[in-house]
């Protein structure tokens, strides 16, 4: 496992129970896209702009839930994955996470795809 990439992707997961709008929108691609997905098949996608505005949205601070990282991956095109397994509020979830690299560091969060049972 590429350790950078599980850490870079673990200060992501912070950020956002955190309300932490500066970090999430220094890391997030102009492209970001946040896809979530649930058991009956719904499929909502939210771009950059709408993703920033949940988090900047009144709230209670959330947590970041219980994390086991499962797998990482790192493509010639400059690209990362890593796959994340979330229990957030009792709610199992999937997580796979994009990261571009740039100069040997994972600079931005591309896509963030999540699989929700409920």
């Given amino acids: 496992m590429d350790q950078s990439l ?63 990282v499962l797998a990482t991956s790192e493509y010639d095109d400059g690209q990362g994955a890593v796959i994340v397994r979330r229990v957030q509020g009792g709610v199992p979830a999937l997580c796979t996470f994009i990261w571009r690299r740039e100069e040997g560091k994972w600079t931005t969060l591309l896509r963030e795809f999540t699989f929700v049972l409920d």
């Fill in 6 to 68: 599980v850490d870079r992707t673990l200060d992501y997961l912070s950020a956002g129970p955190a309300r932490d709008v500066a970090a999430l929108d220094a890391v997030c691609d102009p492209g970001f896209e946040s896809i979530r997905c649930d058991g009956a098949g719904r499929v909502v996608t939210l771009s950059r702009a709408e993703f920033l505005s949940r988090v900047r949205a009144p709230r209670t601070q959330g947590q970041v839930g219980d994390i086991s």
